[in-house]
């Protein structure tokens, strides 16, 4: 079972970007779709985006479509999230998530904090 840590979050002003990347250890990265969530204080998670094994289906959320960029490189483990336009709205605690299929996931980082500042 792979296990996941994120890292690049900060505090960034609106308008900026940052780029969260997450590693995964273990030999079978490939097999396993990805996502990213987002938990913002006193809300429930939500969903960001998604990518399936291959890197071929993306999918965002409405809240940050066509400003967030979700990528994946298999040979080094890693899923991105490129993140533009930042807007206040898009503070919380970024979350990277593992599982079997597009949306169905079942292994979870520990997170990494964005702050965007007004």
């Known amino acids: 079972q792979v296990q996941l840590v994120e890292s690049g979050g900060g505090l960034v002003q609106a308008g900026g970007s940052l780029r969260l990347s997450c590693v995964a250890s273990g030999r079978t990265f490939s097999s396993y779709a990805m996502g990213w969530f987002r938990q913002a204080p006193g809300k429930a998670r939500e969903f960001v985006a998604r990518i399936s094994r291959s890197g071929g289906t993306t999918d965002y959320g409405d809240a940050v479509k066509g400003r967030f960029t979700i990528s994946r490189d298999n040979a080094k483990n890693t899923v991105c999230l490129q993140m533009n336009s930042l807007k206040p709205e898009d503070t919380g605690i970024y979350y990277c998530?593992?599982?079997?299929?597009?949306?169905?996931?079942?292994?979870w980082g520990q997170g990494t904090q964005v702050t965007v500042s007004s």
């Open positions: 998530a593992a599982g079997p299929l597009i949306g169905i996931y079942d292994i």
